[in-house]
């Protein structure tokens, strides 16, 4: 990935901030957009203190005209897009409210599309590239109070087949990668909320429900996204990939 261009969308924690940290490491040119402005700013002065090449974009993922003036920004090519930018909310149907919905559908639903439609213009002029869709294990299996979560994951889903088979006689690949339960901050968030004072019995709960007995890390995903987007992914294209402990294929 050395000197290749790099977007990664919510890139300023999680997930997101470990892809940064991986493709910077390689020397690529990474720019990442995040709608927190401080942890943006901090993560790029982190980043470019190493010498990496590093740039924060404050924008909204959802407002095409934010992202394509984004877009034009670059000095150049985009040889990968991540879209990793989202949300998430706990609940079923019945305590779904239609304002969580439509905040659920507008970042990971229209903000995937957003980002993908700015960027293709780019990678086809590139030759081809890569775009990489965070999806989840919520997109085929039914979990417990993820009613809205799991809507906008099988729309990724869907978004990334329906990509990959438009463009590939273009050179463009597109693949999704499907975590388990992964140890971000939004995990210690919610143990935080919804059970004050049993933060660490919570977790190694949580943690038992992967068959290999603990919860990924970001940095995990992070170098999975990698091998992804690199020359050495390159014959994957239209495949949702699983990271998720056995979650899936060793359930009982």
């Known amino acids: 990935m050395k000197d290749r261009t790099v ?7 999680g997930i997101g901030l470990a892809m940064v940290r991986r493709f910077a490491r390689a020397n690529a ?14 993560v790029e002065k982190e980043e470019q203190e190493k010498g990496h090449q590093v740039t924060f974009w404050h924008a909204d993922v959802t407002s095409l005209e934010q992202i394509s003036e984004r877009i034009q920004q670059l000095p150049g090519k985009i040889d990968t897009l991540i879209n990793n930018a989202g949300v998430s909310h706990v609940g079923k149907v019945e305590n779904t409210s239609e304002e969580d919905f439509d905040r659920l559908y507008q970042v990971n639903v229209k903000g995937m599309f957003v980002c993908t439609k700015a960027a293709l213009p780019k990678l086809i002029e590139n030759g081809g590239g890569s775009i990489l869709n965070m999806c989840s294990v919520a997109a085929t299996m039914g979990i417990p109070d993820r009613f809205a979560y799991s809507m906008t994951k099988g729309a990724a889903l869907s978004m990334t087949l329906s990509i990959a088979r438009d463009y590939v006689s273009q050179g463009v690949r597109c693949n999704c990668l499907s975590p388990g339960r992964v140890h971000t901050p939004f995990v210690d968030g919610f143990l935080a909320k919804n059970y004050p004072g049993q933060e660490k019995e919570m977790f190694a709960k949580l943690a038992a429900t992967q068959p290999i007995g603990r919860m990924g890390t970001p940095e995990e995903v992070a170098e999975l996204a990698y091998f992804i987007s690199s020359e050495e992914g390159s014959f994957i294209t239209g495949s949702n990939i699983n990271i998720d402990g056995g979650f899936l294929g060793l359930k009982m």
């Open 7 to 13: 977007l990664i969308t919510g890139g300023a924690s």
């Open 29 to 42: 040119q990474v720019f990442f957009i995040d709608a927190n402005v401080s942890q943006g700013e901090l």
